[in-house]
């Protein structure tokens, strides 16, 4: 079974949020919303594009933030496209200053090709490896120093 990646609250001291990429719907928003419930503070990621990485629109991201807002969540919105270098990277430092640390990095975004194998090209994967993989890297690489002994 996987280790729970935030410590029950009663373990825990104030060790500021958890950042969530892919934060807006599928995965994401549920570990979002799983945390939420456990009053984690949270930095919500997303760029808002559809799962092909199409048409960017920030608003699902704000209304998701939102409820969790009136639902009693503190909550960070980002509408930022994490496969910019450096992105992550900024996104740990925002969220280290406005809360004072960090608990958790949980990197659910995702994006997928709609094309057959056989039809694949380098250039199809380049935008797929940026945000699944090279991003989560830049995001666990920037989060390491910033997390509690043991996290």
């Known amino acids: 079974m996987p280790r729970d990646p935030v410590k029950p609250e009663s373990e825990r001291s104030d060790q500021g949020a958890a950042i969530v990429t ?8 549920a570990v979002a919303e799983a945390l939420a419930a456990r009053s984690v503070p949270l930095a919500l990621v997303d760029s808002g594009v559809s799962l092909t990485g199409e048409n960017p629109d920030p608003n699902e991201l704000e209304a998701f933030g939102e409820s969790l807002r009136k639902g009693g969540a503190t909550v960070a919105v980002h ?47 380049g935008p797929t490896m940026q945000t699944q993989f090279l991003a989560s890297v830049e995001l ?6 910033h997390m509690p002994e043991g996290g």
Do not use: Y
């Not at 892919?22 to 928003?29: F, S, T, W």
């Not at 996104?91 to 090709?113: D, S």
């Not at 666990?140 to 120093?145: D, E, I």
């Open 140 to 145: 666990v690489c920037a989060s390491a120093q």
């Open 79 to 125: 509408h930022a496209d994490i496969a910019v270098a450096g992105t992550t990277t900024r996104i740990v430092e925002q969220t280290v200053e406005r809360f004072g640390g960090l608990q958790a990095a949980i990197a659910c975004a995702g994006i997928r090709v709609e094309r057959s194998v056989q039809k694949l090209t380098p250039a199809d994967i």
């Open 22 to 29: 892919g934060a807006a719907r599928g995965i994401g928003r």
